[in-house]
């Protein structure tokens, strides 16, 4: 047994068991010790970027984290735009990023790099394997890391670490870190404020997003007339028909800070305090008033669900409200020309129950969210960082977790060409994968984002730099290069009958839908 | 007029006047910016891989260095391998990176991270303008440093620094710094060791490598009988019938070793030390004995072609031996099946007089050097870093640099993905490139790596992470989805006819070549 074998066992005790993988030569005893366990599922990403990418997706529906290889710092580097998404999405994961051997690191070989000085931004938790005795240790520190803050854990392996023997001894199973302590004081602060007739706002993210701990929210909100709300982006929201509904707070901060108006007193559950997606000349870093009281209450280190629960009974709030239906939206046009509004008001019309949808539609799906409240019950996964090119490979990793769900992708064209190589992967692992692709052809938020520094015609500078056409993408064309079938739409008809075709399949399919 | 007016003006004023970006949010007075200069030429990269390549190769041809745009810490992240393999290949570059106001970053927003972190491993330079103040500064430094080492210069714009008003002062040119001087002690020494009998190696990279020096080298080697040897990989060289003739370092350390056996000193001009690609047990670090002088004569921060030719006046080295010509390469059989060795045989006969080659065909073009000593003249470029990904960029640059010049791009299939992307801004600028995609439907290298740590028959986890294979990647659809005609061929015939329509044709074109 080396240290390679060693890391596989690790991992497997402790029941991470696939591993997305793209590795280079530095891996290569790695890849040799994964080639004996068969028990270890590997998937290939053509491109890091759909590694880690698909890792979160893994993660946010599997909920315990997957393994990924990846290839010196380049590779790393490949990986890290989704590697920042899942790190705001507090997604538990395990880069394992190959390293030269230590001693020849002094040679500075064209591969060498400073890979702790890549990581570190994009991982809660960073570490190299000093030596094959310090296995086991690091291995169980990056394990509980990724578990217990959660996010993301990178533990870098020196190739001399990998093939160096390492001890036979049965490997131990990490204990799992017990989720942080609430602090009575502050639950006791909230409990009073709740009670008071201070304007509370409670936001959520993280587990309290699923389906029991809303309803235990909801009751505290019927309760006590504090509003709920989630944030504007979320790793998995439960939601759909029967379900508790709740807004998101809105992205632009104009509107964010018009929604918090009131807010006397904010408690965050697995939130973390709002901000302006970017800062705007004269216009406010956060949304809330400068009076209103941040309150900091739990963590996603925490049991969340389980807080609810325990606020709810400790206010009596047992009165689940029945969702003031607005009912399943009403149906597009019969035909006419595609727009984001239709295909999102078709596409919520027709979701299965216990479908996956992975949204990165950005601007062109905007109305996707308030349209399928009433959908059928679905799991809902974002972007969470705004690092795009999160949603082809999202779709694959949460595929992998839950093979009898369709997952649906709403992916906008401009961040789909991110990591469009994923196509590959999911033809590759017959994921259950609908992706539809919004093609509206441009960088639709930097329009928006050009008239904000008061930019209204666009020079040919601005357009080069703004605009997807010249040429066109073919998506169909692209999918099927990489083994996935796929059709376009220009119309509702065809967008409609395309759906029904994608929906009733079994494997990936691409729908472009030209808006 | 604002801070990043004046950076337009302070990048133009240096002869900078391409901008290759992928730009967001908080970059947008940036691109308001450019939009307000039609004379700096900016070009969209669906992808930052595409960005940070396609300025490596258009500084590689132009002579000097692209801009960059890129957005935060991911879209930086998503450039670095490319900029990886810039920084091994010496290009000087200048990256602008938009960051959040200064101001935002206390708020943590989802988009912030830390850029400079990110950016260090892979820069020789790196600055966050602090003020718009620091603007003239920041920016000249950046671009002395970018020249001079030569090399990649990082600069961070905020914002606010973006937004801010600027001086309405001219704007200057900054004086390009003298090229670094060459010690004279260290030049005595290397001259008397090649008066002696000491067998001397003369390592050559950089501007060395150009037709004039290499005469120059070719001269001293005759003269004393010094061996010439280039870097295994390097950033250009003129080569081609007419001109002198230079063996590369081989890639594998085994034959590096054999190679420099007989070296009692190695002096290296333009060249960095050798070093093994990777470590493997038992096999040495470096491929010269531990005996052997190495002798840092000069890097590429100084003037290599007058270095030469001082030494070759020095030495009495008059003569250019006139090449012994192999002649053109044989040519492959008329038809049959068709192998990477066939290929380059092809492609070697038809190279046009004063092509450039973008060469990341890796294992599968393994022959193309050897086969091409006698094509027509031409510049040769190649993967320098190991970072894979840089063939399809690194060509749309280099085409941008010279559109009078036909670019061939010999691409591995496996490496090709990394930034398939390119092919669509090959598209949209009518580079005239011809991509030849060497599909073995496998990382060829890994392959033989495997066998390199003793396993030779691969499972179902080895093969799941090796072979492209299951689907087969349809290149031909792929480029066309991306706006870039292209054909299919799977025998020798075949490709000689696509080879002479994509050769004949102006603007992109790709052939796979499935061997």
């Known amino acids: 047994m080396n240290g390679a074998d060693r890391l596989c066992d690790l991992l497997l005790a402790n029941d991470v068991d696939v591993c997305f993988a793209n590795p280079g030569t530095s891996e290569m005893h790695f890849v040799a010790a994964l080639d004996r366990k068969p028990e270890m599922r590997c998937v290939l990403g053509l491109f890091e970027g759909v590694v880690t990418g698909a890792a979160d997706g893994y993660a946010r529906m599997a909920g315990k984290p997957a393994a990924t290889l990846l290839h010196l710092g380049p590779g790393l580097g490949n990986g890290l735009a989704n590697l920042h998404n899942a790190r705001r999405a507090e997604t538990p994961m395990i880069n394992i990023v190959g390293d030269h051997a230590t001693y020849h690191l002094q040679y500075d070989a ?30 169980g520190d990056a394990y509980a890391a990724a578990v217990s803050l959660p996010g993301v854990a990178t533990l870098i392996l020196p190739a001399d670490v990998a093939w160096s023997p390492a001890a036979e001894t049965p490997v131990e199973r990490t204990e799992r870190p017990l989720p942080a302590a609430i602090s009575e004081e502050l639950l006791g602060t909230v409990i009073d404020a709740l009670r008071s007739d201070q304007r509370v706002m409670i936001m959520l993210s993280g587990t309290a997003l699923r389906a029991e701990p809303l309803r235990a929210a909801s009751a505290i909100a019927a309760k006590t007339k504090a509003r709920l709300m989630a944030q504007t982006s979320n790793a998995r929201m439960e939601r759909g028909a029967g379900r508790v509904t709740i807004e998101k707070l809105p ?9 918090m108006r009131d807010v006397d007193v904010l408690v965050l559950i697995g939130a973390i305090a709002p901000a302006a997606f970017f800062a705007y000349p004269s216009k406010p870093g956060v949304p809330y008033r400068d009076d209103c009281d941040v309150i900091h209450l739990a963590s996603s280190a925490s049991d969340l669900p389980a807080l609810l629960s325990r606020m709810a009974h400790e206010l009596g709030a047992t009165e689940v409200p029945s969702p003031s239906s607005p009912g399943q939206p009403t149906a597009a046009p019969e035909d006419g020309a595609l727009t984001g509004e239709s295909v999102c008001r078709m596409v ?23 349209l399928s409240h009433e959908s059928a019950p679905h799991d809902y996964l974002e972007l969470t960082g705004g690092a795009i ?37 999911q033809a590759r692992e017959n994921a259950d994968v609908l992706t539809i692709v919004l093609a509206n052809r441009t960088y639709g938020t930097l329009h928006f984002e050009m008239r904000n520094v008061g ?17 066109d993408l073919d998506w169909v064309s692209l999918a099927k290069g990489m083994g996935v079938d796929g059709g376009h739409a220009t119309t509702v008809a065809e967008f409609a009958s395309l759906l ?16």
Chains 1, 2 share one sequence.
Do not use: H
Request: charged share 20%; hydrophobic share 40%; with cysteine.
């Open 389 to 425: 090119g999160v949603g082809i490979p999202l779709s694959l990793g949460a595929s992998l977790a839950c093979p009898d769900r369709k997952v649906i992708c709403l992916q906008a064209d401009g961040s789909g060409m991110y990591t469009v190589q994923g196509l590959w992967s």
């Open 251 to 259: 992205y632009r901060i104009d509107l964010a800070v018009e929604t």
């Open 348 to 370: 919520a019309r027709a979701i299965p129950e216990g479908a996956v949808i992975c949204d990165e539609s950005i601007s062109s799906g905007a109305s996707f969210y308030g």
């Open 110 to 139: 064209p591969l060498t790099s400073d890979i702790e000085s890549i990581a570190r931004p994009m991982s809660n938790w960073v570490r190299t394997i000093a030596s094959v005795d310090a296995m086991d240790r690091d291995t």
């Open 500 to 515: 029904k075709t994608g929906l009733a399949r079994k494997g990936p399919f691409l729908i472009q839908a030209s808006i």
């Open 455 to 471: 930019v209204n015609q666009f020079g040919e500078n601005a357009s080069m730099m703004l605009n997807l056409d010249k040429p």
